[in-house]
């Protein structure tokens, strides 16, 4: 790969190289892609200065040449002339300061790995490289103990707020080799999103060791396939069992986003119930394919939580909600066949309509609670120190699941910092109390009309579950001792204690 890499140098790209009386780069990034070239120029824009290479020169030509062109806002005064462009990796390499600062923004996977082959013989010890892509946790822990031991450090940073948010200030979740972070903490917090009552605090700020950044990123963006599917149910119930129209929705969203629901993903689905299709002049929401589609990290997620043996349900039935709609033909030939209930809703829209926004919002609430739980126990697995409160505040701006919501949440962890479930917490505790008749009540109305509520439902059945000190696990037990001798404890020993009963024996038959 190497020797390609070599043959996309041209002759008239020479230009762009830095020449030798300048001065070294603060920072490089490889992979010019949209996320990538948004990060560049907010570096740019914030007084950085920045060297880009791409594999395909032309595509760092088009970059370069373009941003003289680029309005006002997205370019910044100054900003072309600190950014440039190589058309080697050797070149590239070579225009960084010491010790140099190395983002990829490629794909994930087997193309990072690639990219670190190539830069290890041009870099020197103590160099730092960051992973910046949407990268698996687990290829990160390799990455960052791999590159430790050949004497490099590595961060795998999450960079969270698509391409809006690269360019006017994502969350960044940094984690791996910590003595990298002095190097890159001035750069990444001054390009972050700012919160705070005067708007000074970064989304930004050093999670853990090793793969602890990316899985931090991974969590929020469960959390994100479960907000999302909470939204989406809420949707369903008020337009297919109540019968409102996409005004009346847009009205119902506008007023819950200045309510303890005001989010930027209530925000958005606000604005798209008022988009018209240009083509038929219909509503466009209307028109669009049943069918959604994952990146994956979502499913990574609960794939964890049950090698952690953690309920992550909620994000856990969003990725399956996903992949249900997938199966668009299949049910559609299914719709043709099955019957359900023949009901329609005949209460008091005003008050489901309030009752739909309690529901969400407690809804919403379990999905964090147990993201922090899965949280707390990757960081037992692995041995990161996570701080939940401050992890608030990297979601708090610049991110997908940015809200009010996460100011609360910021609070609960400063209270306690070892709080063990949010749930838990006072405020929450007296908010879920409060939501919890109109939870039942759309999970049950949602029932008796047959209008699937995955997420609703499992949300309520993990805070029944959690609030309850018994659950029908004993019988469990006794059917796995039975069938497989697997013993059991009891609650009238100590803990730990195993037993096992020959139920054959013992069982009396009537």
């Avoid at 396939?225 to 009205?251: P, S």
Wanted: proline share 4%; charged share 25%; net charge neutral.
């Amino acid at each position: 790969m190497l020797g390609v890499i070599r043959a996309f140098a041209v002759p008239e790209f020479s230009s762009l190289k830095r020449t030798e009386t300048m001065s070294k780069h603060d920072i490089g990034l490889i992979g010019l892609a949209v996320m990538g070239q948004n990060l560049v120029m907010n570096m740019a824009n914030k007084g950085f200065s920045v060297g880009v290479y791409n594999r395909t020169t032309e595509t760092t030509h088009e970059f370069i040449s373009g941003l003289g062109s680029r309005p006002q806002g997205v370019v910044e005064a100054g900003t072309p002339d600190r950014i440039k462009g190589y058309d080697t990796l050797e070149s590239f390499v070579n225009s960084l300061a010491s010790p140099r600062r190395v983002m990829i923004m490629v794909k994930a996977g087997a193309p990072v790995d690639a990219v670190i082959d190539h830069l290890k013989p041009l870099l020197a010890k103590g160099d730092i490289i960051i992973d910046g892509g949407n990268a698996d946790y687990v290829d990160t822990n390799r990455r960052s103990k791999q590159l430790a031991a050949e004497g490099f450090r590595f961060i795998g940073t999450g960079v969270s707020g698509g391409e809006e948010g690269a360019l006017k200030g994502p969350s960044i979740m940094p984690g791996g080799h910590k003595e990298a972070w002095p190097f890159v903490k001035d750069i990444f917090q001054k390009i972050s999103a700012k919160v705070g009552p005067n708007n000074d605090i970064p989304c930004c700020d050093w999670v853990g060791e090793d793969g602890a950044g990316h899985y931090v990123k991974m969590v929020h963006n469960g959390i994100e396939y479960g907000d999302m599917q909470l939204i989406c149910e809420a949707y369903y119930i008020l337009k297919y069992g109540v019968g409102l129209t996409n005004e009346e929705l847009y009205r119902v969203f506008k007023e819950w986003n200045e309510s303890e629901l005001e989010s930027y993903l209530i925000e958005i689905t606000r604005d798209i119930f008022t988009v018209k299709d240009k083509e038929t002049g219909k509503d466009l929401v209307d028109l669009i394919l049943d069918t959604a589609g994952q990146k994956g990290t979502g499913k990574w997620m609960s794939q964890h939580a049950l090698d952690l043996g953690v309920p992550t349900t909620l994000i856990t039935e969003a990725v399956f909600a996903r992949c249900l709609s997938a199966q668009k033909d299949a049910r559609v030939r299914a719709e043709a066949v099955l019957t359900g209930p023949d009901t329609k809703f005949t209460g008091d829209k005003k008050q489901f309509i309030e009752d739909v926004k309690w529901a969400l919002y407690a809804s919403k609430l379990c999905s964090y609670a147990q993201g922090y739980v899965q949280l707390d126990a990757a960081a037992k697995e692995f041995g990161w120190k996570l701080q939940n409160g401050p992890i608030a505040y990297l979601w708090r701006g610049g991110c997908i699941i940015r809200s009010v919501f996460l100011e609360d949440i910021k609070k609960a962890f400063d209270k306690n910092p070892s709080l063990e479930n949010l749930l838990l917490d006072d405020f929450f505790k007296t908010a879920i109390n409060k939501a919890q008749p109109s939870w039942r009540r759309v999970v049950a109305t949602a029932f008796q009309l047959g209008l699937p509520v995955p997420g609703f439902s499992s949300a309520l059945t993990y805070y029944d579950g959690y609030r309850r000190g018994r659950l029908p696990a004993n019988l469990l037990q006794a059917q796995r001792d039975y069938f497989g001798a697997h013993t059991y404890e009891r609650t009238d020993k100590p803990r730990g204690e195993k037993f096992q009963t020959d139920w054959i024996r013992e069982r009396k038959l009537s």
